[in-house]
Nanobody, 115 residues
Framework: QVQFVESGGGLVQPGGSLRLSCAGS????????MGWYRQAPGKQRELVAN???????NYADSVKGRFTISRDNAKKTVYLQMNSLKYEDTAVYYC?????????WGQGTQVTVSS
């Protein structure tokens, strides 16, 4: 089962930006929709952005206009550009297929928005 590896998280001030990356070894990566998910302390994991195999993107209302999901099929990598970060964006961010597969969750990458 493919497991994804997320990177790019960190500590950032409100209004700042981060770019997350997610790489996997899925042979047929280009054939799958992918998603970025996040889980804040005490909350359930939620889908924040997804991209279809054809490149169509969708966003949760809370991040619309601030986050951009993209993919590079040749590198088997999906990205999440996060701009205008807010305190409430603090969470562990994960990528997975969309819909997600239980065995494909990675360790995630921590994003902390704090002044």
């Amino acid at each position: 089962q493919v497991q994804f590896v997320e990177s790019g998280g960190g500590l950032v001030q409100p209004g700042g930006s981060l770019r997350l990356s997610c790489a996997g070894s899925e042979i047929f990566f280009s054939l799958y929709g992918m998603g970025w998910y996040r889980q804040a302390p005490g909350k359930q994991r939620e889908l924040v952005a997804n991209i279809t195999k054809g490149g169509t993107t969708n966003y949760a209302d809370s991040v619309k206009g601030r986050f951009t999901i993209s993919r590079d099929n040749a590198k088997k990598t999906v990205y999440l550009q996060m701009n205008s970060l807010k305190y409430e964006d603090t969470a562990v961010y994960y990528c997975n297929y969309n819909p997600p597969r239980q065995l494909s969750w990675g360790q995630g990458t921590q994003v902390t928005v704090s002044s």
